[in-house]
């Protein structure tokens, strides 16, 4: 590496590093207040980031790793097609799985930014779609057996050619998209783009692009140095986990192991997958890439999280896949709910490091179980696409010092952002009837586990529901497990009530169609405990009964708390 | 003779500026108390007094206007040391607060704790009513259900209560009615009712701020009672007004009832000073930057007026009222530099008072920035607060060598223009957020600079934004308790109207601006501001179909009476595309929210308008010293006593002036001049708004005395 005595300034390094820091942060201000859906103007499920001309991250926004984490392998792509065919004011949108993407329903706006003729990054905005076509609504689809039936696949293509919009290949992307608001939210995502180009020419103006290229080697080589050295902390080794994914949506009683095997060798750490099992029938298998950012995103809580995002802090990483398995799918597999296994490789990951990295490992966080809810509005005679945020929510893994955050939710998508309640019945045709902290969900132990959520809404239109997720109760589902002598966390369980007082519990991944009056009931459970319950202060234990947090029953029978 | 006192309680000190008839201003700093802030106000007045050699009460029996801006609101939410507050909410939602919508601000941070609940779970109860999105009630209040839950409320000892019901701003029936139960059961608790106190959609955004008003509403309440108690004491006749977070100022009754107003009120007036310093010199648009110890504060003034932003946020908790927009950063005097893996950062972390810096020999041993400024030559040892203090310049070295040059391999003072210049970077992209988040270019604004630390990093923050001009008042030290004097009286309204812009019905729209009108008329006339003071801004929240975030764009009644909206949509579209890269003309536009900003004028202090002295600064020049500058090395540069300069001195840079509480740099691209009102004004040589003429009296030209 370069460092201490190179001819790079050291302070003009972080001068810039700061800089592209706070135009991801631009950019994603941008999308985040132009765009329409809720999944990326109320929850955030968007990227921002800045890369250099072969495709390694400069900067991104603390956001949604498993879709910021595989953005390098598909602009390497990108660039290697187009070649010398980029021109400025160019915009290529992409979500292929099959050529480097994490999952179709997250589509990307890759802008090259030019600067004296020549190509010297790219400004990157990508976010979750209410749609992209296939065979059901708001993008899962638990009956696809190939990719086709899911989605529409975009392999790399232009839509703005020289700052010229081609409407023919926006008429053929949106003729295949059942939103209207799909296409304003790719204009957001354009923008946001057109936003990071805008501030990074006016750096390169400032200082040229020898220097700033100069900065960016610097500062990814010092990050890669920081991430070796922490990694070295670790003690070397291989270190095996799994966890098991029920339910794929073929067999609700089908079991499919995710297995890692993680090395550690001399600030180097390798990922090996290899034990996992064969590709799933329908959806559940999750494209390389998404196993990838897993890791990155539990080692980033193992090493000092304020550590810069780029090229460097992915350099000490290896990965090792088989074909054809869960985690590496063959084309055309579906792989619609690939994102929605993070979860479980985190789990994995997490077992096989937990008492490795004991002072920064969390226990088991909550498996995540939601859905995507489309039909007409009758107020409005429009249709409406809601995706489920606001019932993700569980209890994350406690931690060595902290008790597990309470109604977080997604480990692969920690910044997630919960819709408001009013605006969400304004919006959507459902009374929401409760949504509170779930009591006695909490995994105990010296820190105890996040607590989840319960809630009652009730559907007040004819609705299509895409269940998605997994750990529910009545499928068997494993809990969430505890670390160094906490307990295990709560499942998920759902109820849907039917005017005619009928009463069905459905799988975790499954379609059920609604009428109006319905009543939606879901337990969503809580995080693994650390530590024994026996070493939880007394006064935190008395006060979460005080708070109705913990039954008394619950409390006197594991923490032996006396009233 | 007769007085008005600015007063601002910070942290560490009370600043007070005092402004006699004639516009003479004198200056004061006294420590704060924090168990009693009352306490330290009363011995400002004291030294006043004293000062003019005459009694407490003769003095303060001149004092006719007494603005005062507190920190006790902050800092109650920022230590958890709130009131004990009861909250009812929609049966149902009791966690919708303290969920904050389920944002970790830090998502890799295993060691980030859950925040504590600014309502204990056990005192947010849940009572049986609901209004639906149209606003119709579809479950009538449970007054009965309502009275048991008060009964245990009042068991508890909760000295505050806060409601906020699903959609009351829709509908307000249901908040009304249990206001009234609840009044009626506990007479004397604080109460706060979202739909009086913010009737605008967004479940968390109401419960949150409604909470934040009865959590801090007792405690200002018994804190201005006290106050008012002692001014009253002393025999105090005049007008108090308290400080607000929009940059206005209020009675105490009306800071009393809306307690929650007053939660940023400390820095709030920086802009408005800004706005007066800058404005003298015609310029309407400026950056008010504050560098204090611990901490950055950077505000913008846009049009004469210091720029707001309709929702702020204090520790974890949003704060939906109309705040001045100040972005805060963790860069300061105190704040650490440290190496790791050969990439240098400076701060966030601070050294604060306490240690503080090295220099300072509490036992500080962490190299910081205001080391760094001692070591390069800025500051005198010998004369920090006046001399007051003396800084161990060996020992700011021997950290900054351990701890930064060696792990660099650069020598030591290289290594302190590393800190120093990463900290302006830092404060820059602080400056910068302020203004490219509302699609502004830095280059277009002035800076104003306050805080003791500020006038030393000042120019190379304008530099680094190619800012041209940078404007440091004689009262930079103690500059928000100058704008305290210089704030107007305001209040804001908010309605929610959400239409189709196409279909809004324009007499509802006037309807609803009147009443609000009305409602700022009529608080202002209980502050006894004449009609002919008032004016208000109105504003429409905008967005395009579709979207979930709205723009604020300015809907004067000739266009609303015009009944032609053209000029608003087209204003909303123009903004769209500077803020977020791009618009869409084809699609319709919907309106979400109506509000009025009632404004008042008070009486302002005049300045003092020096007699012109020329440009020879050479009375106030002290001595050479020797200061230290990257790509420069060692320069020996002139020190001039701030105090001594007059109206149209001149100093080319490099130079130091210092005051008491106050360095100023000027680097080598820079010229100083002391202007009519003795405030300084930096200017790049080599810019349009170069050459001292602009910023010495009309008449007095360059070099041609008086």
């Known amino acids: ?563 | 003779m007769s007085y008005r006192i600015g007063i601002d309680v910070g942290g560490t000190f009370t600043d007070f500026l005092v402004v006699d008839d004639d516009g003479a201003t004198s200056t004061y700093k006294t420590l704060s108390t924090p168990e009693d802030p009352s306490v330290g106000v009363l011995d400002g007045l004291g030294q006043m007094a004293a000062d003019r050699e005459i009694g407490l009460e003769q003095f303060v029996a001149q004092v006719d206007r007494v603005v005062h801006g507190t920190t006790v609101a902050t800092n109650a939410v920022l230590t958890n040391d709130g009131a004990k507050v009861g909250l009812l909410t929609t049966e149902g939602f009791r966690d919708f607060l303290h969920m904050r919508r389920g944002a970790k601000e830090r998502p890799f941070d295993n060691k980030m704790p859950y925040p504590k609940p600014l309502v204990e779970r056990y005192l947010v109860r849940g009572v049986r009513e609901r209004t639906d999105y149209r606003g119709e009630v579809t479950t009538e209040l449970d007054a009965a259900g309502l009275s048991e839950e008060l009964d245990y409320l009042r068991e508890q000892g909760v000295e505050a209560l806060a409601i906020c019901f699903m959609h009351s701003y829709a509908n307000a029936a249901n908040e009304e009615a249990a206001a009234a139960v609840t009044r009626a059961a506990l007479p004397d608790a604080y109460l706060s009712v979202s739909s009086e106190l913010l009737p605008q959609i967004r479940l968390y955004d109401r419960i949150s701020t409604t909470a934040l008003n009865s959590y801090v509403g007792p405690i200002i309440r018994n804190y201005l009672d006290k106050l008012i108690e002692r001014l009253r004491g002393i025999g105090f006749g005049g007008v108090l007004l308290i400080m607000k977070s929009n940059g206005g100022v209020t009675t105490p009754e009306h800071a009393q009832a809306v307690a929650v107003n007053t939660v940023l009120s400390g820095p709030a007036s920086a802009p408005v000073a800004g706005a007066q310093y800058a404005g003298v010199h015609g310029y309407q648009d400026s950056l008010t930057v504050d560098m204090g110890g611990t901490s950055f504060d950077v505000a913008m003034i846009k049009d004469g007026e210091p720029a707001l932003v309709n929702e702020g946020k204090i520790g974890p908790w949003n704060l939906a009222i109309p705040v001045v927009d100040i972005v805060t950063i963790g860069a300061g005097g105190g704040s650490i530099a440290s190496v790791d893996n050969g990439i240098l950062s400076v701060g966030p972390a601070s050294a604060g008072a306490d240690p503080g810096p090295a220099c300072y020999g509490f036992g500080g041993d962490r190299p910081t920035v205001t080391d760094a400024d001692l070591v390069l030559g800025y500051l005198d040892p010998d004369y920090f607060l006046g001399g007051t203090m003396q800084l161990d310049k060996e020992r700011s070295e021997a950290v900054i060598s351990e701890q930064i040059a060696a792990p660099l391999g650069i020598s030591v003072h290289e290594a302190a223009a590393g800190i120093y210049d990463l900290i302006n970077v830092n404060m820059a992209v602080g400056v910068r957020e302020v203004t490219v988040r509302r699609g502004y270019d830095p280059r277009d604004f002035p800076l104003l600079c306050a805080g003791g630390a500020g006038p030393i990093h000042a120019g190379m923050i304008a530099l680094e934004l190619e800012v041209p001009v940078a404007i440091v008042p004689s009262e930079s030290s103690i500059f928000c308790a100058a704008g305290m004097l210089m704030s107007d009286l305001k209040h804001d309204f908010v309605r929610t109207y959400k239409v189709e812009l196409d279909g809004a019905d324009l007499d509802r729209l006037r309807a609803a601006f009147a009443e609000m009108v009305e409602e700022g008329r009529r608080t202002l006339e209980e502050e006894h501001v004449d009609v002919d003071r008032i004016r208000r801004q109105q504003t429409a929240d905008l967005r395009y179909l579709g979207q979930n975030n709205e723009l604020s764009i300015p809907l004067p009644e000739e266009v609303l009476a015009s009944g032609d909206l053209g000029a608003l949509v087209a204003a909303f579209h123009r903004r769209h595309d500077e803020l977020f890269g791009y618009s869409t003309p084809e699609i319709g536009l919907e309106l979400v929210n109506l509000r009025v900003a009632c404004v008042g004028a008070t009486e302002k202090p005049g300045m003092v308008e020096q007699p012109y002295d020329g440009e020879d600064p050479g009375a106030a020049f002290k001595r050479e010293r020797s200061v230290y500058m990257r790509n420069r090395g060692w320069l020996e540069v002139p020190v001039y006593d701030g105090h001594l300069l007059r109206h149209g001195n001149l100093i080319s840079g490099a130079a130091i002036v210092e005051q008491r509480n106050t360095t100023i740099l000027v680097l080598p691209e820079f010229d100083l001049v002391c202007d009519r009102n003795g405030s300084f004004v930096t200017y790049l040589r080599d810019h349009a708004d170069a050459g001292p003429s602009r910023y010495v009296a009309a008449g007095a030209t360059a070099g041609s005395g008086t």
């Open chain 1, 1 to 563: 590496m370069s460092g201490p005595g190179t001819d790079i300034d050291p302070v003009l390094a972080a001068v810039l590093g700061k800089r592209m820091r706070a135009i991801t942060e631009e950019m994603a201000i941008g999308v985040r207040r132009s765009s329409r859906s809720s999944g990326l103007s109320e929850a955030a499920d968007f990227v921002t980031g800045l890369f250099d001309a072969k495709g390694d991250m400069l900067e991104q926004i603390d956001c949604i790793p498993v879709i910021s984490f595989s953005i390098p392998p598909a602009l390497k792509g990108i660039i290697a097609q187009y070649g010398d065919d980029l021109a400025p004011g160019d915009v290529i949108l992409h979500n292929d799985v099959f050529s480097g993407a994490n999952q179709m329903a997250d589509l990307a706006v890759y802008r090259p930014v030019f600067f004296a003729g020549e190509l010297v990054a790219w400004a990157v905005t990508k976010g979750h779609m209410a749609d992209i076509g296939g065979g059901v609504a708001g993008a899962y689809n638990p009956r696809a057996r190939e990719v086709l039936q899911e989605a529409l696949r975009v392999p790399p293509v232009k839509l703005y050619e020289r700052g010229t919009l081609r409407r023919d290949v926006w008429d053929l992307v949106f003729a295949n998209v059942r939103f209207a608001i799909v296409a304003d939210d790719v204009h957001a995502l354009v923008g946001g783009a057109r936003l990071g180009e805008r501030k990074l020419v006016e750096v390169l103006e400032r200082y040229g692009v020898e220097t700033f290229r100069a900065a960016m080697t610097y500062l990814a080589d010092a990050t890669e140095a920081r991430v070796r050295s922490e990694l070295r902390s670790f003690p070397d080794g291989t270190y095996g986990g799994e966890s098991w994914l029920v339910n794929d949506g073929f067999d609700a009683a089908a079991r499919h192991l995710i297995a890692v095997d993680v090395r550690i060798a001399d600030g180097e750490i390798e990922f090996d997958f290899s034990r996992s099992g064969a590709q799933a029938p329908g959806y559940t298998n999750a494209p390389r890439t998404v196993a990838s950012c897993m890791a990155l995103t539990a080692v980033l809580m193992m090493i000092d999280p304020d550590i810069p995002h780029n090229a460097g802090l992915y350099r000490p990483f290896g990965f090792r896949f088989e074909p054809g398995s869960i985690v590496d799918p063959e084309p055309p597999a579906a792989t619609g709910f690939g994102n929605h296994i993070g979860d479980l490789i985190f789990e994995a990951i997490m077992a096989a490091l937990g008492e490795v990295v004991a002072d920064r490992a969390t226990a088991g966080w909550n498996r995540h179980l939601t859905c995507i809810w489309t039909g007409e509005d009758p107020r409005t005679e429009q249709p409406f696409v809601e995706l489920g945020y606001m019932i993700a929510r569980g209890g994350a893994g406690a931690a060595a010092d902290v008790d597990g955050w309470d109604h977080l939710g997604l480990v692969f998508n920690p910044m997630m952002v919960t819709q408001d309640l009013e605006v969400l019945e304004l919006q959507t045709p459902f009374t929401m009837l409760k949504y509170e902290f779930l009591p006695d969900s909490a995994g105990p132990g010296r820190r105890r586990g996040g607590l989840g959520v319960e809630t009652v809404f009730r559907f007040d239109a004819p609705t299509s529901c895409s269940i998605l997720g997994d750990g529910l109760e009545s499928e068997e589902a494993p809990a969430p497990r505890g670390l160094f002598g906490g307990m295990q966390g709560t499942g998920n369980t759902l109820t849907l009530t039917f005017p005619d007082g009928r009463e069905y519990a459905p799988g975790s991944k499954e379609l059920v169609d609604v009428p109006s009056g319905t009543i939606w009931h879901q337990r969503q459970g809580g995080g693994g405990g650390f530590g024994s319950p026996a070493e939880r202060s007394a006064e935190l234990v008395a006060g979460e009964v005080r708070d109705g947090l913990l039954s008394t029953e619950r409390a006197a029978r594991i923490y032996n708390h006396v009233q």
